[in-house]
């Protein structure tokens, strides 16, 4: 099935830097979504993004949804051990049905 | 309140036999997919329920897989003749229906087939 192309695929990182991932499309999407998924678990839900435009933040997670519609980025600031894990992009056209990056597997080194 | 519910957490099973994988959504989402995800992959969409008529079922692989949702609530994914390529993290998700319809990921099923 269809998925967005997410940019890392992977990084380490050092505790205490900034981290900047970014998600696109070829479609517009009405919606963004950021997930993290951790080892074991199901997805968890970080930040919705409802306008173009739109910054939000959850803590030091930044997300924005990209003024053409078709991209959106997540930005972590000063990364800590339990950040690791995957983080999922997932975009909405105005259906029910959402479609999801194929992830940026970061891992950071204390 | 609670989020939403999987079980079991892990199943094992030899091939050939059946299985039953239970979600529980969130209270009022009207919205429950299913989703598989392989070891260090992406999320594959299975099949789509709204309340308990499926609109959407064009992701599910074979006709060995089906489901079904009762009380527009709980859900049952079922898995014919288990080979070992279904081997899987099966992920429920739920969600309201409308502008604001993020969806909430359960903890998940892990499938392992012998």
């Known amino acids: 099935g269809q998925q967005l192309n997410q940019s890392p695929q992977s990084m380490f990182i050092q505790e205490g830097e900034d981290v900047s991932m970014n998600c696109t499309s070829s479609?517009?999407?009405?919606?963004w979504l950021w997930y993290k998924q951790d080892p074991g678990e199901g997805p968890v839900l970080l930040i919705a993004?409802?306008?173009?435009?739109e910054l939000t933040s959850n803590g030091r997670l930044t997300a924005q949804f990209g003024i053409t519609r078709k991209d959106s980025f997540l930005n972590i600031s000063a990364s800590i051990p339990s950040d690791v894990g995957i983080y999922f992009c997932?975009?909405?056209?105005?259906?029910?049905?959402?479609?999801f990056g194929t992830g940026t597997r970061l891992k950071v080194l204390a | 309140g609670a989020g939403v519910s999987q079980s079991p957490s892990n199943k094992v099973t030899e091939k050939g036999k059946d299985v039953e994988l239970r979600c529980d959504p969130i209270?009022?989402?009207?919205?429950l997919y299913w989703y598989r995800q392989s070891l260090g992959q992406g999320l594959e969409f299975l099949i789509y329920?709204?309340?308990?008529?499926?609109?959407?079922k064009s992701g599910l692989p074979s006709d060995r897989f089906s489901a079904e949702r009762t009380g527009g609530s709980v859900s049952t994914l079922t898995i014919q003749r288990t080979q070992q390529e279904d081997s899987a993290v099966y992920l429920c998700?739920?969600?309201?229906?409308?502008?604001?319809?993020?969806?909430?990921f359960g903890p998940g099923t892990r499938l392992t087939v012998l």
């Open positions: 997932a975009g909405n056209s105005g259906t029910y049905k959402y479609i």
């Open positions: 998700a739920s969600s309201l229906v409308g502008v604001y319809n993020e969806q909430f």
């Open positions: 209270s009022g989402h009207t919205a």
């Open positions: 479609s517009i999407f009405n919606t």
């Open positions: 993004l409802y306008k173009a435009g």
């Open positions: 329920f709204q309340g308990n008529s499926a609109p959407d």
